[in-house]
């Protein structure tokens, strides 16, 4: 089979390894990629949201299947307008994009199906904001913008100042979404879909902040699998993705790719924070290592409708994914730096038994590795405990050396600590 994935993130570089790794695979391609990409697959200096480039790109190489790994083409179609032409791929309908990009509809969706959430409110002027947070003042609350935005852009408080001056940056491009804050564990789940059914990856958790009370990212570190108790999966299951699926199903909402859950588990049990219809960053870093079961392989249980039975072979291993983020990140993220060579065998992630690099924000310029945006190269350590995995990613971001590079110091910490 010959394959493209699309998109140029840490995410889709872990996609097209896994790919790389198949017995099936015949061709691969990544648009546009990057400079960890350039060594597995042929990378393709084409817009991946711009549909006649990615056709013509399909036409021209032969490419017989598309994964779309980043938000931007599914949200112009890519999936809908590929499938017309005959182009099998990997992502969400039209329909169901709502599930991600409309956060109101995702919450009346929940309410439908009595999915739990955290309590919410839907805002669309400042004034009516405003008056609220005064009356519930020294509350804490989450605040997102009611669309997609970039790096799960949101803020945490119970500053009154910090809430209201964030929703005057969000409000003029639509409404507000407030909601309570939570506490517990939180655990990304990534459920591979198809018209009978769902398998799930192994759980991850993610650490979202500059630091443990900091700033929220898109993402700067995950941990897998995260160590549940079987009652505590079952929760899960029996309380929000069985329930979403057969909302799914009967709105009509149902397609063949992934359904990310962002939950909480608190001490009333699972509660459920978003949807995404795309793997997450950093999650996706952190399990993908683990599986040993071919990708293309389990490609095709999804399109036969066997996806529910499919006998997923993991890794008994455990995983730390260590997001490298560039100075600035996420406000105002410096870019154009330079990184230090680096052996390419490393590049290459050639090396047995060491962490594995998969990069984002880096491109070749000039014939250099140069930072293109915030979180720039995920280092995944893989071992026989997550203290062990911890230890090998952090000893792995020693190779990534540029101007202003940092990441957090406690990744795992969480799961071995006294």
């Known amino acids: 089979m010959k394959v493209l994935v699309l998109g140029s993130g840490a995410k889709e570089h872990a996609v ?60 112009t179609g890519m999936v809908d307008k590929l499938n017309e032409k005959g182009i099998e791929t990997f992502g969400a309908s039209t329909s169901a994009l709502k599930l991600e990009g409309d956060r109101n509809f995702s919450r009346n969706f929940t309410d ?38 970039p790096s799960r852009i949101m803020v945490d408080s119970s500053d009154y100042d910090s809430l209201i001056g964030f929703a005057r940056t969000m409000l003029s491009s639509g409404a507000i979404l407030l909601e309570e804050h939570l506490s517990g564990l939180s655990v990304t789940i990534t459920a591979m879909l198809d018209n009978n059914g769902y ?45 979403t699926l057969y909302g799914m199903k009967v709105e009509r ?12 588990i608190t ?16 999650a ?13 392989d389990i490609l095709h249980a999804m399109k036969t409708d066997s996806i529910s039975s499919y006998n997923l072979q993991v890794s008994q291993k455990s995983s730390v ?14 870019t154009g730096k330079i990184l230090e060579p680096m052996p390419a065998a490393v590049l290459r992630n050639s090396f047995a038994d060491a962490p594995l690099f998969f990069f984002g924000g ?21 071992k026989e405990n997550i203290i062990q995995s911890n230890k090998q990613a952090y000893l792995g971001a020693k190779y990534i050396k540029f101007p202003g590079a940092w990441f957090r110091d406690d990744i795992g910490d969480r799961f071995f600590e006294n």
């Open 16 to 75: 097209a390894w896994w790919f790389s790794r198949s017995h099936f695979i015949e061709g691969l391609y990544v648009a546009p990629g990057n400079i960890g990409t350039e060594t597995i697959a042929k990378n393709l200096a084409i817009d991946p949201a711009d549909f006649e480039q990615v056709y013509k790109a399909c036409k021209e190489y032969g490419i017989q299947y598309v994964f779309i790994g980043t938000e931007k083409p599914l949200f």
């Open 112 to 149: 439908r199906h009595n999915i739990p959430t955290p309590t919410h409110m839907m805002f669309d002027n400042e004034s009516e904001l405003s008056a609220y947070l005064r009356r519930h003042e020294g509350t804490r609350f989450v605040m997102k913008s009611n669309s997609v935005a």
């Open 199 to 243: 398998l799930l990856m192994p759980f991850c958790s993610d650490y979202m902040k500059t630091e443990s009370k900091g700033i929220p990212t898109g993402g700067m570190g995950s941990v897998c699998p995260v160590p549940l108790e079987a009652a505590t999966k079952s929760d899960i299951e029996e309380r929000i993705i069985k329930p």
């Open 253 to 264: 909402l149902s397609y063949k790719g992934v359904l990310t859950f962002s939950v909480i």
């Open 267 to 282: 001490k009333n049990g699972p509660i459920l924070v978003d949807y995404h219809v795309r793997f997450n960053d950093p």
């Open 284 to 296: 996706a870093q952190a399990f993908i290592p683990l599986v040993k079961s071919d990708l293309i």
């Open 321 to 334: 994914a260590l997001v490298i983020a560039s100075a600035g990140y996420p406000q105002e993220p410096q």
């Open 362 to 382: 880096v491109e070749r310029k000039d014939g250099q590795a140069v930072t293109t945006s915030g979180r720039c190269v995920t280092v995944v350590g893989s």
